[in-house]
C-alpha cells in the first residue's frame, strides 16, 4: 500500500528485455534507501514494483506483461523521470489516501492551463472508470494522490499546487500525454458490495435496478 505522496524523482538507466516482459533498472534519485531489501514493493509512476536488485544507484524490477500492458510503464526509455515512493508502513502519516499501487486504466491530459500560482489539469478516462470519480473525491494519477475538483462525463479535473508541480512528472505532461489512474478503492469495493451474492455471477455489475433497490434512484 502507498499514500500517493511522491517521494522521490527517479530516472529509467536502462530497460532489460526478458522473455516477452521486461526488468527496468532505475536510478532512485532522492529516494531514501537504507530501508528498502530485496522484495520490497516501490511504486514507479503508480505501479507497484518489486525491488529484484539493489545497487549504489537505485534498484532493478520486473514487468510483467500484464502490467506492460496496462500501464504507461511500456513507454519508458533510458532517461525517462518516473514518480517514486516506498510502500507505507503503519508509522507513515496517511497525508494523501489510500492507493494499491494497482493501475485500473490509462487516462489522458485533455487540458492544461495555468490557474493562478497552479496549474489546472483536466483528464479523460475510459468511460468504464468514469463512475468512480467524483467531484472532491480522490484518484490517483501516475502515484500522485489528487483531489477532483470537478467531474463532466468521462473528463475531470484537477488542481496543481507549484511543489507537486516541481516534485512529480506532472510537469511533463502535454496535451494528449497518457497517464496511469488508479480510482478510489473504496469506491471499488463498495461496488462490489452493493453486488452482494450476485458478485459471484459472471457478467454481473452495477445496474439500474440495482440503483434503485438500494434507494440510489430517489
Not at 488542481?159 to 511533463?172: C, F, G, L, R, Y
Amino acid at each position: 500500500m502507498f499514500t500517493g505522496l511522491i517521494q522521490a524523482l527517479g530516472q529509467v538507466r536502462r530497460r532489460e528485455p526478458r522473455g516477452g516482459d521486461m526488468r527496468l533498472h532505475l536510478d532512485a534519485g532522492g529516494l531514501e534507501m537504507s530501508s528498502v531489501s530485496l522484495g520490497d514493493s516501490i511504486a514507479v509512476n503508480g505501479v507497484c514494483l518489486t525491488a529484484v536488485e539493489l545497487d549504489d544507484r537505485g534498484f532493478a524490477a520486473d514487468v510483467s506483461l500484464e502490467s506492460l500492458e496496462r500501464t504507461t510503464l511500456k513507454h519508458l526509455a533510458a532517461g525517462s523521470r518516473v514518480n517514486l515512493e516506498k510502500s507505507l508502513t503503519l508509522a507513515t502519516p496517511l497525508g494523501g489516501h489510500l492507493v494499491s499501487g494497482h493501475v485500473d486504466g490509462l487516462g489522458s491530459v485533455v487540458e492544461r492551463r495555468q490557474d493562478g500560482r497552479s496549474w489546472r489539469f483536466a483528464f479523460r478516462v475510459p468511460d468504464r472508470l468514469a463512475r468512480y470519480v467524483a467531484e472532491k473525491g480522490s484518484v490517483c494519477i501516475d502515484g500522485v494522490s489528487l483531489t477532483v475538483n470537478g467531474v463532466d462525463g468521462a473528463v475531470f479535473d484537477v488542481n496543481i499546487v507549484p511543489h507537486t508541480m516541481q516534485a512529480t512528472i506532472i510537469n511533463d505532461y502535454r496535451i494528449g500525454s497518457e497517464v496511469n489512474i488508479e480510482v478510489d478503492l473504496v469506491a471499488r469495493y463498495l461496488e462490489r458490495l452493493m453486488l452482494g451474492d450476485a458478485a459471484a455471477q459472471p457478467g454481473s455489475g452495477v445496474t439500474r435496478e440495482l440503483l434503485s433497490r438500494h434507494g440510489f434512484d430517489q
